[in-house]
């Protein structure tokens, strides 16, 4: 695994949010911003691109390692939401 752990969980927090700021977008103005927005988060956590590539294709092949990372992530993200807005109905 080319990438630390952390370094992984912090990257794909980041990412898996400007996923989220992109569902709005559509078309080539989408894959624009996503190129953008990619490459800004994995220069902030000093990661190359293919490192990151590399890291992914290891974890697709260890799944109960990726599965942690990803409950990680997913604890992040949680962090992240305002508790209210996780207790209010529709």
């Given at each position: ?64 390692r990726m599965e942690s990372i990803q409950n990680k ?18």
């Amino acid at each position: 695994m080319n990438v630390p752990e952390e370094k992984m969980v912090s990257a794909l927090t980041d990412i898996y949010t400007v996923e989220g700021y992109l569902d709005a977008e559509t078309g080539a103005t989408k894959d624009s911003l996503a190129q953008i927005y990619y490459a800004q988060v994995l220069s902030k956590y000093n990661i190359a691109k293919p490192d990151f590539d590399s890291t992914v294709i290891y974890l697709y092949h260890q799944p109960a390692r990726m599965e942690s990372i990803q409950n990680k992530v997913l604890e992040k993200l949680q962090k992240k939401v305002n508790p209210d807005t996780l207790n209010k109905k529709g």
